[in-house]
Nanobody, 120 residues
Framework: QVQLVESGGGLVQAGGSLRLSCAAS????????MGWYRQVFGKQRELVAS???????KYADSVKGRFTIDRDNAKNTVYLQMNSLKSEDTAVYYC??????????????WGQGTQVTVSS
């Protein structure tokens, strides 16, 4: 079974840094786009950053210049390096991965979510 496991969240002061990771495991053939989303309670989940299989990246305007997404294809892992964190970055962060696997020809999977809290 394909599973995504997130780690790296926590409490940090404004201006600090965190690095999130999301590792995919299971009977994976290949992985397409990988991305990070975040959600504040009562609000819509929004895309923070994404990276395609060829390394093309996109970022939400609010995080450009502060966050960096990258992937390690050998480890089926995507990372989100978050620098210069602000209080408005506080949210639950979820990874999402498009996976070709023996479970389903192609499906998207969500990580369990990891809380990032930035204090002022």
């Amino acid at each position: 079974q394909v599973q995504l496991v997130e780690s790296g969240g926590g409490l940090v002061q404004a201006g600090g840094s965190l690095r999130l990771s999301c590792a995919a495991s299971g009977s994976i053939f290949s992985i397409n786009t990988m991305g990070w989303y975040r959600q504040v309670f009562g609000k819509q989940r929004e895309l923070v950053a994404s990276i395609t299989s060829d390394g093309s990246t996109k970022y939400a305007d609010s995080v450009k210049g502060r966050f960096t997404i990258d992937r390690d294809n050998a480890k089926n892992t995507v990372y989100l390096q978050m620098n210069s964190l602000k209080s408005e970055d506080t949210a639950v962060y979820y990874c999402n991965v498009g996976v070709y696997s023996s479970d389903s020809y192609y499906s998207h999977y969500w990580g369990q979510g990891t809380q990032v809290t930035v204090s002022s």
